[in-house]
């Protein structure tokens, strides 16, 4: 009798050591994604260079120390940034919809509304220049993120070809590569000269000359 109270003891006590592990891992994810909704506010708002980590402490209500235990660099916070960033551009403008004309239009939406948020475009041009490095905090990230866009386009340009909506001759993974180029290029041109670059009519004149038919 003694020893099974023991181990029922023993048994609410690992239960109780589980809940609040999970219990703390929840609460640490919520911080973390408290953190970088407050970061993304930032430099939206105040773009790369006028923004710092002790402004996005304030505003997710944590202390600068704290928020170091969860992004121990600037570059690490930009990163998940730019996570984040990717999965609301996608939602936003149903990215995950069947390759063809009309993702190339969403993507056309998706850069008008780049344009309108300079902040958060100058830390992804930025961010993508440093991360070259392969032991830049965000060089995984950009390996990701462009495999992904060159297999969305990939796939979106031998679609067009399928329908003859792609110009004869056209290469679609060459296509590809180069439409992010294009986007990415213009984004920096964009940057440096806003009032000199249109970087939503640029963009639809390349893909425009691409397809035999208007992109609309």
């Known amino acids: 009798m003694r ?34 909704s407050a970061a993304i506010e930032v430099y939206r708002e105040f773009g790369y260079h006028g923004s710092s980590l002790r402004e996005v402490a304030k505003r997710a209500g944590i202390t600068h120390a704290g928020l170091l235990y969860y992004f121990p660099t600037k570059e690490a916070l930009l990163a998940a940034v730019l996570e984040r960033r990717d999965a609301e551009d996608a939602e936003r403008e149903k990215l995950d919809i069947e390759p063809g004309m009309e993702l190339l239009r969403h993507l056309i939406a998706l850069a008008e509304f780049n344009v309108a948020h300079r902040g958060i475009v100058e830390v992804y041009a930025r961010l993508a220049a440093e991360a070259v490095a392969p032991d830049h905090p965000a060089h995984d990230y950009f390996i990701r993120h462009y495999r992904i866009a060159r297999e969305s386009a990939l796939s979106t340009f031998r679609a067009l070809a399928k329908t003859g909506e792609l110009r004869p001759g056209i290469d679609p993974e060459a296509a590809a590569v180069a439409f992010i180029a294009m986007e990415d290029g213009l984004q920096v041109q964009w940057l440096t000269e806003p009032d000199k670059v249109d970087l939503v009519g640029s963009l639809r004149f390349f893909l425009q000359n691409l397809l035999t038919v208007p992109l609309g």
């Open 3 to 36: 020893h099974d109270v023991r181990r029922a003891s023993r048994r609410l006590v690992c239960r109780d050591a589980v809940t609040a592990a999970a219990g703390g891992y929840q609460k640490g994810r919520l911080r973390r994604e408290d953190i970088i």
